[in-house]
């Protein structure tokens, strides 16, 4: 089967940065994404990693280790409009499905 | 373009009533998806279409769901009877294709339907 695991939650102050991590497990691997969920919202597509390495957009920032199964959001210059849901989601195996992580509900205080 | 495009925005049922929830999908994207998302259960893809044809439906929880795609720019999704553990926001997204067919790992989601059944 296919699981991926982040953390429920993380508080972080504006003007900090914040790792999100994400770990998966899944029967062949075709990238990892992540997506932003504000509340009562869709989900927004925010980065894609296929192959090793740091893909940098703007403030955030997504990082992927295929042999360790591990990716990670970065998000630096933290603005209170961050605030919000962050989702891990990959495509394994032979299909086009994306599954999801269950997210990390980040909080950015003043 | 508008986006995907889902209506309604809030559907309020009673147990028992059918309920048909819409999408368009942003035109010229060849995969559309039907996604639900509760609290106990995150986001949990229902069932996807390739070129208007269902491909894969094993997350549609029960024989109640059911979903269609007439052409390429209209999708329903029905609960007939719905259950108040239907309760849930409903939302589509679509995709593009790669050079080679397959689906790209980006996803355009529309606003959802928050669906309560009573």
């Known amino acids: 089967g296919q699981s991926l695991e982040q953390p429920s939650e993380v508080t972080a102050v504006e003007g900090a940065i914040v790792q999100i991590n994400c770990t998966y497990q899944?029967?062949?691997?075709?990238?990892l994404s992540w997506y932003q969920q504000h509340d009562g919202g869709a989900p927004t597509f925010l980065s894609y990693n296929a192959l090793d390495g740091l893909e940098e957009t703007g403030r955030f920032s997504s990082f992927l280790s295929r042999s360790d199964s591990y990716g990670y959001l970065l998000l630096q210059e933290l603005q209170m409009k961050d605030s919000a849901s962050y989702f891990c989601a990959v495509k394994g195996g032979a299909t086009n499905k994306l599954i999801f992580g269950t997210g990390t509900l980040l909080a950015v205080q003043p | 373009d508008a986006g995907v495009i889902q209506s309604p925005r809030h559907e309020v049922t009673e147990m028992g009533q059918e309920v048909t929830l819409r999408c368009k999908p942003i035109s010229g994207h060849d995969y559309l998806f039907w996604y639900r998302q509760t609290m106990m259960r995150g986001l949990e893809l229902l069932i996807y279409?390739?070129?208007?044809?269902?491909?894969?439906d094993s997350g549609m929880p029960e024989d109640r769901f059911s979903a269609k795609m007439p052409n390429a720019s209209f999708s329903t999704l029905k609960i007939q009877p719905s259950e108040p553990r239907d309760s849930a926001v409903y939302f589509c997204a679509s995709s593009p294709r790669t050079s080679g067919g397959a689906a790209k790992n980006i996803q355009y989601f529309g606003a959802g339907t928050r669906l309560s059944v009573l």
């Open positions: 279409f390739n070129n208007n044809v269902p491909i894969d």
């Open positions: 899944t029967s062949g691997f075709y990238g």
